[in-house]
């Protein structure tokens, strides 16, 4: 599975972006999909991840109601809706997909995904 993340850019503090994130399948069967982030000399962390059949969303604390991740299953395509972004939401965001059934505390795990995209910068202006 190939995915490419898109939909990064500058924006000022409290301004919006929203990324996707395509599959390269006609029909993407894997069970979820899911953003992390890395920010300069940082380790990857979770931002979001959502179950793809049953659209389950699960969210990092220091994203929750400011972002949505959401799925459109015909298009294979996931998005991450940002809102009231913050400089410290500067980073490298990429999207990612788990293949096999997975735990609320799997998904939040950068090790247990199966496939990465190449990430995509938001650059977030103080």
């Known amino acids: 599975v190939q995915l490419q993340a898109s939909g990064g850019g500058l924006v000022q503090t409290g301004g919006s972006l929203r990324l996707s994130c395509a599959t390269s399948?006609?029909?993407?069967?894997?069970?979820?999909m899911g953003w992390f982030r890395q920010a300069p000399d940082k380790e990857r962390e979770f931002v979001a991840a959502?179950?793809?059949?049953?659209?389950?969303?699960y969210y990092a604390d220091s994203v929750k109601g400011r972002f949505t991740i959401s799925r459109d299953i015909d298009k294979n395509t996931m998005f991450l809706q940002m809102t009231s972004l913050k400089p410290e939401d500067m980073a490298v965001y990429y999207c990612?997909?788990?293949?096999?059934?997975?735990?609320?505390?799997?998904?939040?795990?950068?090790?247990?995904?199966?496939?990465w995209g190449q990430g995509t910068l938001v650059t977030v202006s103080s």
């Open positions: 990612t997909a788990r293949m096999t059934r997975y735990s609320s505390l799997q998904i939040r795990r950068p090790l247990e995904y199966d496939y």
């Open positions: 399948r006609r029909t993407f069967s894997g069970s979820a």
């Open positions: 959502i179950g793809w059949s049953g659209g389950y969303t």
